[in-house]
């Protein structure tokens, strides 16, 4: 028996929701004139949340995910840990509940957010 050819993608490992809010706070770079093209901080960070989310080793990320190898991915994210992206990530997510107020917005999976109206 065939696939069919109304497939249904798996939900992306990372939204553009929480890309919107990863993009701007990751460091620029110099335009690179030499060597390989850049793999775009998009694709490098969805190998790394694959990496992170399966626990497989960094070697094994696949090719078809069109993330680059798994050492690009590491590198990339050791880049963005040396440059302080996650603790900017941390309080950018707190400054948003923060100014939720009371009827606060709570994570509701990657990405994405729920309004909830009781108090902690």
Request: glycine share 10%; hydrophobic share 35%.
């Amino acid at each position: 028996m065939g696939l069919s050819k109304s497939c249904v993608m798996a939900k992306p490992l990372l939204p553009d929701g929480l890309w919107a809010r990863i993009e701007p706070i990751l460091p620029e770079r110099e335009p690179q004139v030499t060597g390989r093209p850049r793999v775009p901080d998009r694709q490098a960070l969805t190998g790394i949340i694959f990496v992170l989310k399966t626990g497989i080793p960094w070697e094994d990320l696949p090719q078809e995910m069109g993330c680059g190898s798994g050492m690009t991915c590491w590198r990339r994210l050791h880049e963005w840990n040396e440059a302080g992206v996650w603790q900017r990530l941390h309080q950018v997510l707190l400054d948003e509940l923060q100014d939720a107020g009371p009827g606060r917005l709570v994570p509701r999976g990657c990405g994405q957010l729920k309004q909830v109206n009781h108090f902690c």
